[in-house]
């Protein structure tokens, strides 16, 4: 019943700029942190911006001052806007809802991943 639908990839030019969208449903999306990641071809996943439990922006150093995460709870959903792409962002973003446990546990939601390609 968890679901996270992720939308707005696409194919970008370098400079170009996106709005990826998370459309949350079957859970409590205040009570969780959210985030964005991306695997980019033949690499591991990675944190690109996310809500920490305590409300706090983690953004990774390659995407500063370009991307910015936001949350709408009213909506339950998240977005991650996108600037001045490289092609270096060329992944698959995927939507992520982490609910702390405070035990050392961490409960994850995954939406389906969205692919985001920048090219000239």
């Known amino acids: 019943q968890v679901q996270l639908v992720e939308s707005g990839g696409g194919l970008a030019q370098p400079g170009g700029s996106l709005r990826l969208s998370c459309a949350a449903s079957?859970?409590?999306?205040?009570?969780?942190?959210m985030g964005w990641y991306r695997q980019p071809p033949g690499k591991r996943r990675e944190l690109v911006a996310a809500?920490?439990?305590?409300?706090?922006?983690n953004y990774a150093d390659s995407v500063k001052g370009r991307f910015t995460i936001s949350r709408d709870n009213a909506k339950k959903s998240v977005y991650l806007q996108m600037n001045n792409l490289k092609p270096e962002d060329t992944a698959v973003y995927y939507c992520?809802?982490?609910?702390?446990?405070?035990?050392?546990?961490?409960?994850?939601?995954w939406g389906q991943g969205t692919q985001v390609t920048v090219s000239s």
């Open positions: 079957g859970f409590i999306f205040s009570s969780y942190a």
């Open positions: 809500y920490t439990r305590g409300s706090i922006i």
């Open positions: 992520n809802a982490a609910y702390y446990l405070g035990s050392g546990a961490r409960i994850d939601y």
